[in-house]
């Protein structure tokens, strides 16, 4: 059974670009969440996607969006890139809310 | 507000010696996770604990639970330098919902 996959794996942008990250989650598997991490600040839930709709969203400004796909699949956005969203972005997935949730390898965003 | 808090944050042991990693928390919740990262990488699963008393072993790790002092442990028997990496304790925020929250993390140098 194929994981977790990420879309880029790297990415480089400039401060005011904004940026797409993609995630497949686990065939069958209906929930998406997303993590961001840094030296700083560890990991942080972003958001929490289930059919399609967002359940849950953590402290990030409103610059952070995302949405999930009728096949499960689930994009973030980032507007108005910041210096300080250079990150690891993790997504996982879960068959359910509440399960158990396996990460995919992350995207590793740089803004210079 | 659940607050997840582990140390120690870094731990340098040499092969064949034993070590405790502590993770406590702040309130009440379903589940508590552990789990391994090695640099660059993406999370892997190690354990869920769903129970006051729970324990779970694979291999040279060891997982325990009590929630009424609040505390998870993850204990590392006869260290060997492939456990280097750092390892996370997260607990979901309770209910039906993926948002976990994560402790700082442990990096653990496992010396020869």
């Known amino acids: 059974k194929a994981g977790v996959t990420q879309t880029p794996r790297y990415l480089i942008k400039t401060r005011g670009q904004q940026v797409t990250l993609s995630c497949s989650p686990i065939?069958?598997?209906?929930?998406v969440s997303w993590y961001q991490q840094t030296p700083g600040q560890g990991l942080q839930f972003l958001f929490e996607?289930?059919?399609?709709?967002?359940?849950n969203k953590g402290n990030f400004p409103g610059r952070f969006s995302g949405r999930q796909f009728s096949n499960s699949r689930s994009e973030m956005n980032v507007s108005t890139l910041e210096l300080g969203d250079s990150a690891l972005y993790l997504c996982?997935?879960?068959?359910?809310?509440?399960?158990?949730?396996?990460f995919g390898p992350g995207t590793r965003l740089t803004v210079t | 507000e659940l607050k997840v808090e582990q140390n120690p944050l870094f731990l340098s042991m040499q092969e064949g010696k034993n070590y405790t990693i502590y993770c406590n928390y702040s309130?009440?919740?379903?589940?508590l996770y552990w789990y391994r990262q090695d640099p660059g990488k993406s999370l892997e699963s190690l354990f869920v604990?769903?129970?006051?008393?729970a324990v779970k072993q694979e291999g040279r790790l060891m997982a325990s639970l009590d929630t009424k002092a609040r505390l998870s442990t993850l204990h590392i028997t006869a260290a060997v330098h492939d456990l280097s990496a750092t390892y996370f304790c997260?607990?979901?925020?309770?209910?039906?919902?993926?948002?976990?929250?994560f402790g700082t993390g442990t990096l653990l140098a496992v010396q020869p």
């Open positions: 996607y289930f059919s399609e709709t967002q359940r």
């Open positions: 604990l769903l129970s006051n008393g």
């Open positions: 065939s069958g598997h209906r929930s």
């Open positions: 997260a607990m979901n925020y309770g209910g039906a919902t993926n948002k976990l929250i």
């Open positions: 996982a997935s879960s068959l359910v809310q509440g399960g158990e949730q396996y």
């Open positions: 309130t009440t919740s379903d589940r």
